[in-house]
């Protein structure tokens, strides 16, 4: 089992910047993925970065040179740093670990953290 914390989010004036953090704790699990999604108020969540293996970054085009991902994988955490916020960044931003344990492949997502960019 494998528990994602993130922090970090809040309130933010557009072209502001918030850096958010996921911490995941679990034994026996072995990372292959960790990523940030989003949810918007009447929308799908959808991906906004990755990080594979702790090398490989894929970003969404509506953020690419904007945001950027990184991890530290001796303490099992991903960041998302979020420059230039606009309002359509608005909405929860979960974090999402894949991986797998005893030979099984598995998906796990945080509780979300609210960003809201608004003056």
């Known amino acids: 089992q494998v528990q994602l914390v993130e922090s970090g989010g809040g309130l933010v004036q557009p072209g502001g910047s918030l850096r958010l953090s996921c911490v995941a704790s679990?034994?026996?699990?072995?990372?292959?993925?960790m990523g940030w999604y989003r949810q918007a108020p009447g929308k799908q969540r959808e991906l906004v970065a990755i990080?594979?293996?702790?090398?490989?970054?894929n970003y969404a085009d509506f953020v690419k040179g904007r945001f950027a991902i990184s991890s530290d994988n001796a303490k099992n955490t991903v960041y998302l740093q979020m420059n230039s916020l606009k309002s359509e960044n608005t909405a929860v931003y979960y974090c999402?670990?894949?991986?797998?344990?005893?030979?099984?492949?598995?998906?796990?997502w945080g509780q979300g953290t609210q960003v809201t960019v608004s003056s």
């Open positions: 999402r670990a894949d991986g797998t344990s005893d030979g099984t492949y598995s998906t796990y």
């Open positions: 679990g034994s026996g699990f072995s990372f292959v993925a």
């Open positions: 990080i594979t293996r702790g090398v490989i970054r």
